[in-house]
C-alpha cells in the first residue's frame, strides 16, 4: 500500500529553537497534505492543509508565522515549529491525498514527537 | 466544525467480537473511514467505505453504513490481543476533502 513517511520520528528541542519536521510520499503524488496535532488520550486537531506550490491554509486558532509549512514539491511537505515552547509538545501527524488512487484515499505517516525543554 | 461521535471505551475477551460505533455528522460524506492507532505510532488505514454501500467486509473486518441513521460501525471478528489499539471513525464531510476525526474508542482485548 501506500507509505507516508515522517522524519524524525522523535525530537528533543530547547525552548526558543525552531524544529522542522518532514513528510514524504514515497510511492504516489499528494498536491495535498494535511498535518495535524494530537495531545495525549485526544483526537487529532487539524492543524493546517498545505498545498502544493501554494501558501497552506491553516484552521482557526492556528498560528501561521508559528507553524511554518511548505509544500515544495509533489511529495514533500514540510512544518517547521519556530520559536519552540514546552506547549509546543506534542505528537505531529501528517496525512497525504493520494490523487491518483480511484478513490482518493489519504494515508497518516508515522508521527513525530516533539517535546520542548 | 462538527462532532464525530464515538463511544471512548469498548473491552472484549479474545475470540469474541468486537463492534466499534460511530455516529457522524454530514449526510453528504462521500467516503467514510477506520483508522487504527496503535500507542506512540500513527494511524493506519484499515478500511473504509463508500457511501452508496451498505456494507464491506474485509478479512476480520465488516463495516456497516447506515446512511439513514448516519451511522457507521466496524465489526472485528475473532479478536485478538493485537487488535488492542484507539480507532477512529473519519469522514470528509461534503463541503471540504480535510477528514473529520471522532475522538477515538479505544479497544482493549483481554486473554
Known amino acids: 500500500g501506500a507509505v507516508v513517511s515522517q522524519h524524525p520520528s522523535w525530537v528533543i528541542c530547547k525552548s526558543g529553537t525552531s524544529v522542522k519536521i518532514e513528510c514524504r510520499s514515497l510511492d504516489f503524488q499528494a498536491t495535498t497534505m494535511f498535518w495535524y496535532r494530537q495531545f495525549p488520550k485526544q483526537s487529532l486537531m487539524l492543524m493546517a492543509t498545505s498545498n502544493e506550490g501554494s501558501k497552506a491554509t491553516y484552521e482557526q486558532g492556528v498560528e501561521k508565522d508559528k507553524f511554518l509549512i511548505n509544500h515544495a514539491s509533489l511529495t514533500l511537505s514540510t512544518l517547521t515549529v519556530t520559536s519552540a515552547h514546552p506547549e509546543d509538545s506534542s505528537f505531529y501527524i501528517c496525512s497525504a491525498r493520494d490523487t491518483g488512487h480511484p478513490r482518493n484515499t489519504i494515508y497518516f505517516g508515522e508521527g513525530s514527537w516533539l517535546t520542548v525543554v | 466544525g462538527e462532532d464525530v461521535e464515538q463511544s471512548l471505551f469498548l473491552s472484549v475477551r479474545e475470540g469474541d467480537s468486537s463492534v466499534i460505533n460511530c455516529t457522524y455528522t454530514?449526510?453528504?460524506?462521500?467516503?467514510l473511514y477506520w483508522y487504527k492507532q496503535e500507542p506512540g505510532a500513527g494511524l493506519q488505514l484499515l478500511t473504509y467505505?463508500?457511501?452508496?454501500?451498505d456494507m464491506k467486509q474485509d478479512q476480520r473486518l465488516t463495516v456497516l453504513l447506515n446512511k439513514k441513521d448516519k451511522h457507521l460501525s466496524l465489526r472485528i471478528a475473532d479478536t485478538q490481543t493485537g487488535d488492542s489499539a484507539i480507532y477512529f471513525c473519519a469522514e470528509i464531510p461534503g463541503s471540504g476533502y480535510a477528514l473529520n476525526f471522532g475522538k477515538g474508542t479505544s479497544l482493549l482485548v483481554t486473554p
Open positions: 454530514d449526510s453528504s460524506s462521500t467516503y
Open positions: 467505505i463508500f457511501s452508496n454501500m
